[in-house]
């Protein structure tokens, strides 16, 4: 593969950082075509459970303005669709990408994509102590930076900074060869009607107030809960 001109550029924003666990709450999506953003493709993902504090704090976004998101299945697909068979962009590539793959696992859609890294390229050929998180990355190449932690706007900086970091390559084309990106996930299962109604009388019954999406539940995740509180406040339960 030549250095990519022609890419798109992702960014999302998620509940927190499993992407076993987290839900995508936000995507953003900058198609590239000879080195000039061509297309966007931005949307607010509705989800079911509560979106914490940290999170909120982070990127402004409300679960009010979340519950006006698109539903996750089309707002996936669509950004499936959207980015098609082309190399991927991204600051830490691989986290955003982990997402995208454990959605398509679940559904059994096969997915294989490559992609260029902006936060590896920014190590290999930046100073040490330069910090190489996105907003002081913008900073030190002078890039405008709109609303920080917001996934479209986000994208949008980080196609410039690719740009910004693709002539520092030029002795070192290697650098620019797209990989491909390799996560391994499991498909997950929702939890079985049995194991909600357990976990939800043995919180009632300890007083246990743990925010849970019981929508999106997994049937390991509920095992794993289950084992928790059993560790913490013994085996009892209303009978």
Not at 114 to 138: I, N
Request: proline residues 3%.
């Amino acid at each position: 593969m030549n250095k990519p001109d022609s890419y798109t550029v992702i960014d999302l924003e998620m509940t927190g950082l499993s992407a076993k666990r987290d839900k995508v709450l936000e995507i953003g999506a900058v198609r590239v075509r000879n080195g000039q953003a061509e297309d966007t493709y931005g949307t607010l993902v509705r989800v079911k459970c509560e979106i914490p504090q940290s999170v909120r704090e982070l990127t402004g976004i409300t679960s009010e303005m979340a519950a006006g998101g698109m539903d996750e299945d089309e707002a996936m697909q669509k950004l499936l669709d959207f980015i098609g068979k082309d190399i991927l962009v991204g600051h830490n590539i691989t986290y955003d990408y982990s997402f995208i793959k454990q959605w398509t696992v679940n559904r059994r859609i096969p997915l294989e994509l490559y992609a260029c890294d902006t936060l590896r390229l920014a190590r290999m050929l930046l100073a040490p102590e330069q910090s190489k998180k996105l907003e002081d990355l913008c900073a030190y190449f002078h890039i405008k930076r709109e609303q920080a932690h917001r996934a479209l706007d986000d994208a949008l900086e980080t196609q410039q900074l690719f740009e910004c970091l693709k002539p520092l390559a030029l002795n070192k084309p290697e650098l620019l060869e797209p990989k491909l990106l390799v996560c391994r996930a499991k498909r997950q299962t929702p939890a079985t009607a049995h194991q909600v109604k357990r976990l939800k009388e043995f919180m009632t019954f300890n007083g246990i107030k743990d925010n849970i999406c019981w929508e999106t539940l997994t049937r390991s995740a509920a095992s794993r809960l289950q084992d928790q509180y059993y560790t913490i406040y013994g085996r009892n339960v209303k009978k």
